[in-house]
């Protein structure tokens, strides 16, 4: 989801549409102005076909946008902090931290596939009021098409399979019945090989429309097997400090220096990748990246300040010592990520990249995980 662009707020959720949001609306309204249409109104000039396919096509984003935003606001009215609502080809995805309580994980999850059937139920039945109407057969007959979309949308997000929404509420009956919040199944793995394989097999019978099943298939799989991996660390870094994974001391420059001098004295010497901007008063200001400071023009490197090329500090991650290392991650975003800058206050105390904490859960995992 890094490659979304920013779209304004809903209901006070930030709102982010991916790049392939536009073959969402190509793809559906192409095939409803092209073949569902004609087929149950013919005869109707191809400019009729074009803007209805196009308005049918926004409604479903519209309503794809609902779904996501009932997500939103149930997680936030229960006191979850969410962090984005993001539009993609295959749907919607709503970024927020994890429920504290099962009974929370399972309202947030429900509440999206019960929003879509409640959209799906509500425009077919205007569908087939309108279609009694003389002169409204084409605005009937979107609705019609947009009610069975959302209606299949809700009964598909409702398989017992992560990370379906059907999953998540699985996983939170599980943790009600089991209390173990990071018990994991592996039904979404099998979900997105089953879609993929059925895909497959209705291209090679001539449906295309087998490609998108394919898709989603493939992301189904994707994300279960990512959140497994997720399921497998939870318990290794449980009761984790900041502290206890970090790497100290970290390695700094002055973020006055021009771009050859830090080359010339911290790039060439230093064993990592990442290095610590700090200004005049010795307080961090920004994280250096070594391939960005590569990237420089060699004219411009005896000019350009490294601060000039450095990530700002306020779009770097950070935290203190004693903050749960769990509770950091979960509070990662796509703009941040890693490493983590664990800081005291103003003072730098140590950085967290991903091979601290692989080096910490393989050491935990040798020792049993509770040491």
């Given at each position: 989801?890094?490659?979304?662009?920013?779209?304004?707020?809903?209901?006070?959720v930030?709102?982010?549409?991916?790049?392939?949001?536009?073959?969402l609306?190509?793809?559906?309204?192409?095939?409803?102005?092209?073949?569902?249409?004609?087929?149950?109104?013919?005869?109707?000039?191809?400019?009729?076909?074009?803007?209805?396919?196009?308005?049918?096509?926004?409604?479903?984003?519209?309503?794809?946008?609902?779904?996501?935003?009932?997500?939103?606001?149930?997680a936030?009215?229960?006191?979850?902090?969410?962090?984005?609502?993001?539009?993609?080809?295959?749907?919607?995805?709503?970024?927020?931290?994890?429920?504290?309580?099962?009974?929370?994980?399972?309202?947030?999850?429900?509440?999206?596939p019960l929003?879509?059937?409640?959209?799906?139920?509500?425009?077919?039945?205007?569908?087939?009021?309108?279609n009694?109407?003389p002169?409204?057969?084409?605005?009937?007959?979107?609705?019609?098409?947009?009610?069975?979309?959302?209606?299949?949308v809700?009964?598909?997000?409702?398989?017992?399979?992560?990370?379906?929404d059907?999953?998540?509420?699985?996983?939170?009956?599980?943790?009600?019945?089991?209390?173990?919040r990071?018990?994991?199944?592996?039904?979404?793995?099998?979900?997105?090989?089953?879609?993929?394989?059925v895909?497959?097999?209705?291209?090679?019978?001539?449906?295309?429309?087998?490609?998108?099943?394919?898709?989603?298939g493939?992301?189904?799989?994707?994300?279960?097997?990512?959140e497994?991996?997720?399921?497998t660390?939870?318990?290794?870094?449980?009761?984790?400090?900041?502290?206890?994974?970090?790497?100290?001391?970290?390695?700094?420059?002055?973020?006055?220096?021009?771009?050859?001098?830090?080359?010339?004295?911290?790039?060439v010497?230093?064993p990592?990748?990442?290095?610590?901007l700090?200004?005049?008063q010795?307080?961090?200001?920004?994280?250096?990246t070594?391939?960005?400071?590569?990237?420089?023009p060699?004219?411009?490197?005896e000019?350009?300040?490294?601060?000039?090329?450095?990530?700002s500090?306020?779009?770097?991650?950070?935290?203190?010592?004693?903050?749960l290392?769990?509770?950091?991650?979960?509070?990662?975003?796509?703009?941040?990520g890693?490493?983590?800058?664990?800081t005291?206050?103003?003072?730098l105390?140590?950085?967290?990249?991903?091979?601290?904490?692989?080096?910490?859960v393989?050491?935990?995992?040798?020792?049993?995980?509770?040491?």
């Amino acid at each position: 989801m890094n490659n979304s662009v920013r779209m304004g707020r809903v209901l006070g959720v930030p709102l982010r549409l991916h790049w392939t949001v536009p073959l969402l609306l190509l793809f559906f309204g192409y095939s409803l102005a092209s073949q569902t249409l004609p087929a149950a109104i013919p005869d109707q000039p191809s400019s009729i076909y074009t803007v209805a396919g196009l308005a049918g096509a926004l409604l479903l984003l519209a309503s794809l946008l609902a779904h996501e935003a009932a997500h939103a606001i149930t997680a936030r009215n229960k006191g979850i902090r969410v962090q984005s609502i993001t539009l993609w080809a295959l749907g919607g995805m709503t970024e927020m931290g994890r429920p504290r309580a099962a009974g929370v994980a399972f309202l947030v999850a429900v509440m999206g596939p019960l929003t879509s059937l409640v959209i799906g139920a509500a425009a077919v039945g205007a569908g087939i009021g309108l279609n009694t109407l003389p002169g409204w057969e084409m605005p009937a007959a979107v609705l019609l098409w947009l009610g069975w979309v959302n209606l299949v949308v809700g009964v598909f997000n409702l398989l017992p399979a992560a990370p379906l929404d059907g999953g998540r509420v699985v996983q939170a009956l599980m943790w009600w019945r089991t209390g173990d919040r990071d018990r994991a199944e592996r039904s979404g793995q099998i979900l997105g090989i089953v879609l993929i394989g059925v895909g497959w097999i209705a291209v090679l019978r001539g449906t295309l429309s087998g490609l998108w099943l394919a898709l989603i298939g493939f992301f189904v799989m994707i994300v279960a097997t990512a959140e497994r991996q997720h399921a497998t660390l939870a318990p290794a870094l449980r009761g984790v400090r900041a502290a206890d994974a970090m790497s100290s001391p970290v390695e700094t420059c002055h973020d006055w220096l021009t771009v050859q001098r830090c080359i010339d004295d911290v790039a060439v010497r230093t064993p990592h990748s990442k290095v610590i901007l700090i200004d005049f008063q010795g307080h961090p200001s920004g994280l250096l990246t070594l391939p960005r400071l590569a990237k420089v023009p060699a004219p411009q490197r005896e000019t350009l300040r490294v601060r000039d090329v450095a990530i700002s500090w306020a779009r770097c991650t950070t935290c203190a010592p004693d903050d749960l290392l769990e509770s950091v991650l979960e509070k990662l975003s796509p703009a941040s990520g890693m490493p983590i800058v664990v800081t005291d206050g103003q003072q730098l105390v140590g950085i967290i990249t991903e091979r601290d904490i692989s080096r910490l859960v393989q050491r935990r995992t040798l020792r049993g995980g509770n040491q």
